[in-house]
């Protein structure tokens, strides 16, 4: 306060209401730390919500809930010393001094509104809920190489497309959270358009790579990212479809092998391009994913000779890789999979719980671990949530875990 008002220390003020004092409390105070300070400062942060959401603050990296919290003491503002204004400056000044005394400074200070409180910043999950519903409205297939997206209304497809702009705008999220939100949907840029890949043509996509692989004797576990977007873009495939294939299918790594795959970057032509590693329980998941959208609920033994069948001759499907994809569960003698995935679950705590409990009213933790061990809230551990959302009984110290709703 010395410095904002240049004053020395010592040095004696008179506090007055200004002129153009206000009791409607026109300024908020908002409370930051220092690196939200300084990104404040430099870029500017974003407040977003539509008008029936709460707002969020958005720095670049993290999403903020804003919690006014009132003061048992009312807050009064005045403005820095240059823009300061003098409620009277034709104060007397005192006739009798001392001698040998100095003249005192004296500075009137002009209070120009109050604040009963300040807003407080609260790390919180962002919300994505709708992201996937934006983004799905019009899937990319492979009739529309030719469409002009500019000419939206001159084709037949049905569903809006969105620009990052227009899902920024919309999504409470960070620039951060909402990239790794796309990613994880498998959404890519396509004409300056945000969405995702029609399933039967990523799926397409996929069979071409392997095949192309082999063919071109390219290892599995070292593909470089230059050479398959130009090798695929020759045979009609964009290069931002192809990444979205090598993001899902696959784990990016250094061109010595070291997994980078928490790094984000795109292709380039030189020796330092990425390297991607063909991850073989995705891809056996992919085509455990076909089977399933021809028919939800397998006997356990059909389903394992049919993906065994379908899914390519070198790699081994194994049950485990449907953990968080399918349930197993018996019925008399039988023992059956029923399609259950985890994406398309809530991405909300309170909601996820909620829908796991309406799918089952007891859950054995190997069962409900791979539901909810996607789940990242800010000031949550998973036990936390754990022992908010969930009763946990244990008849013996040896006996399996049985979890039900709180």
């Given at each position: 306060?010395?410095?904002a ?9 008179s506090?007055k ?10 300024y ?5 730390d220092e690196a939200?300070?300084q ?7 974003t407040?977003?919500?539509?008008r029936e959401?709460e ?5 670049s990296?993290?999403t903020?809930a804003?919690?006014?919290?009132s ?9 820095p ?6 409620v ?5 000044k005192?006739d ?6 100095e003249?005192?400074?004296?500075t009137d200070?002009?209070?120009v509104?109050t604040?009963s409180?300040?807003?407080?910043l ?5 919300n994505?809920?709708?992201l ?5 409205e019009?899937?990319?297939?492979d009739d529309?190489m030719?469409?002009?997206y ?20 919309s999504?409470?999220?960070s620039?951060?959270q909402l990239?790794?939100?796309?990613k994880?949907l498998?959404a890519?840029?396509i004409g300056k358009?945000w969405?995702t890949i029609?399933?039967g ?5 996929l069979e071409?790579?392997l095949?192309t692989?082999i063919q071109d004797?390219?290892s ?6 230059s050479?398959v977007?130009?090798r ?11 990444l979205s294939c090598l993001?899902t ?10 997994d980078?795959s928490?790094?984000?970057?795109t ?12 991850d073989e329980?995705?891809i056996?998941?992919?085509?455990a994913k076909?089977l399933f ?9 059909d389903?394992?000779?049919e993906?065994?069948?379908i899914t390519p001759?070198?790699?081994t499907?194994h ?7 399918a349930?197993?569960e018996?019925v ?7 399609e259950?995935?985890?994406s ?8 996820r719980f909620s829908a796991l ?9 190997e069962d409900l ?11 949550q551990?998973l ?7 969930t009763?946990?009984s ?5 006996s399996?875990?049985?979890y039900?709703a709180?």
């Amino acid at each position: 306060m010395i410095s904002a008002l240049n004053l020395d220390r010592g040095q004696q003020v008179s506090v007055k209401y200004a002129e153009n004092f206000t009791s409607e409390e026109p300024y908020k105070l908002l409370e930051v730390d220092e690196a939200i300070l300084q990104e404040l400062l430099e870029n500017g942060l974003t407040i977003k919500g539509a008008r029936e959401d709460e707002a969020v603050l958005c720095t670049s990296e993290a999403t903020y809930a804003m919690k006014f919290v009132s003061t048992s003491n009312t807050v009064l503002l005045v403005p820095p010393s240059k823009a300061a204004k003098r409620v009277d400056d034709d104060v007397a000044k005192c006739d009798f001094m001392e001698e040998g005394e100095e003249e005192s400074k004296e500075t009137d200070v002009g209070v120009v509104a109050t604040a009963s409180g300040h807003i407080e910043l609260v790390e919180v999950a962002p919300n994505m809920e709708k992201l996937k519903a934006l983004v799905s409205e019009r899937p990319f297939r492979d009739d529309e190489m030719s469409v002009d997206y500019e000419d939206d209304e001159g084709n037949e497809y049905i569903g809006r497309l969105y620009t990052w702009d227009e899902l920024s705008a919309s999504i409470q999220a960070s620039d951060r959270q909402l990239k790794e939100e796309l990613k994880k949907l498998g959404a890519a840029e396509i004409g300056k358009y945000w969405r995702t890949i029609d399933p039967g043509y990523m799926h397409n996509l996929l069979e071409i790579l392997l095949s192309t692989a082999i063919q071109d004797d390219w290892s599995f576990k070292a593909l470089r990212e230059s050479v398959v977007l130009r090798r695929l873009e020759a045979d009609g495939f964009p290069p931002q479809v192809v990444l979205s294939c090598l993001e899902t299918f696959g784990i990016r790594v250094h061109p010595s092998g070291e997994d980078s795959s928490t790094s984000h970057g795109t292709a380039s032509v030189g020796e330092d391009t990425p390297v991607w590693a063909l991850d073989e329980g995705r891809i056996c998941g992919q085509y455990a994913k076909v089977l399933f959208s021809a028919k939800p609920k397998w006997r356990m033994d059909d389903f394992m000779e049919e993906w065994r069948v379908i899914t390519p001759s070198w790699m081994t499907p194994h049950i485990d890789m449907l953990r968080g994809e399918a349930l197993v569960e018996k019925v008399g003698m039988d023992t059956w999979l029923d399609e259950f995935s985890s994406s398309l679950l809530p991405t909300r705590p309170d909601a996820r719980f909620s829908a796991l409990f309406r799918r089952r009213s007891k859950w054995e933790w190997e069962d409900l671990e791979p539901y909810f061990r996607d789940l990242k809230i800010p000031g949550q551990s998973l036990e936390a949530m754990l022992l908010k959302y969930t009763r946990k009984s244990q008849p013996t110290p040896t006996s399996t875990p049985v979890y039900t709703a709180r």
